[in-house]
T-cell receptor
């Protein structure tokens, strides 16, 4: 199967700072990428969908100015959490799909802790 | 809007026994896909099995099989000969026909396997 990586795997930051999380498709061209948020023992909540070269489509209730998503190339999407606060602490997961694929491939996730 | 419901927050099974996880969904679409994902403690999402709505035959992947009841909008997962490595959180998910569509996840079921 296709491989998706995320970096960093975990990050700790101070309240008020910004954090960038990278999602890369290692062996395929990802025309569409998805960003999810997951709290412990809960389901995945879709935050936004991004298509290469286009603005991301955010789900209702997700703050666009707080969670900046950039899908600048067919192998890279980034999620920037701006002015992070403790309530932004969570597990963030990306997934990607491309032409000829009939499924999403998930990254290993990033654990964000905001102090 | 599509919804996916998993009514069993937790399930347990003895090693080598069989367990069935339940999932129901609601949609007005005729072209869609259903998935079961496994999320072990590592939190890496793993695709277990996929079912196309237009196929009447139930999907099977080794020890994993589904019971797809389209009219009842039910999609259960049967795990046969359970192994310790099957212990994980399992998510049922729905996607509209397009491969670039977003996934809608159920709440998840935590499966414990007893030796």
């Amino acid at each position: 199967g296709a491989v998706v990586s995320q970096h960093p795997s975990r990050v700790i930051c101070k309240s008020g700072t910004s954090v960038k999380i990278e999602c890369r498709s290692l062996d395929f061209q990802a025309t569409t990428m998805f960003w999810y948020r997951q709290f412990p023992k809960q389901s995945l909540m879709l935050m936004a969908t991004s298509n290469e070269g286009s603005k991301a489509t955010y789900e209702q209730g997700v703050e666009k100015d707080k969670f900046l998503i950039n899908h600048a190339s067919l192998t890279l999407s980034t999620l920037t959490v701006t002015s992070a606060h403790p309530e932004d602490s969570s597990f963030y997961i990306c997934s990607a799909t491309g032409l000829s694929y009939n499924e999403q491939f998930f990254g290993p996730g990033t654990r964000l802790t905001v102090l | 809007a599509q919804t996916v419901t998993q009514s069993q927050p937790e399930m347990s099974v003895q090693e080598a026994e069989t367990v069935t996880l339940s999932c129901t969904y609601d949609t007005s679409e005729s072209d869609y896909y259903l998935f079961w994902y496994k999320q072990p403690p590592s939190r890496q999402m793993i695709l277990v099995i996929r079912q196309e709505a237009y196929k009447q035959q139930n999907a099977t992947e080794n020890r994993f099989s589904v019971n797809f009841q389209k009219a009842a909008k039910s999609f259960s997962l049967k795990i046969s000969d359970s192994q310790l490595g099957d212990a994980a959180m399992y998510f049922c998910a729905y996607r509209r026909g397009t491969s670039y569509g977003k996934l809608t996840f159920g709440q998840g079921t935590i499966l414990t396997v007893h030796p």
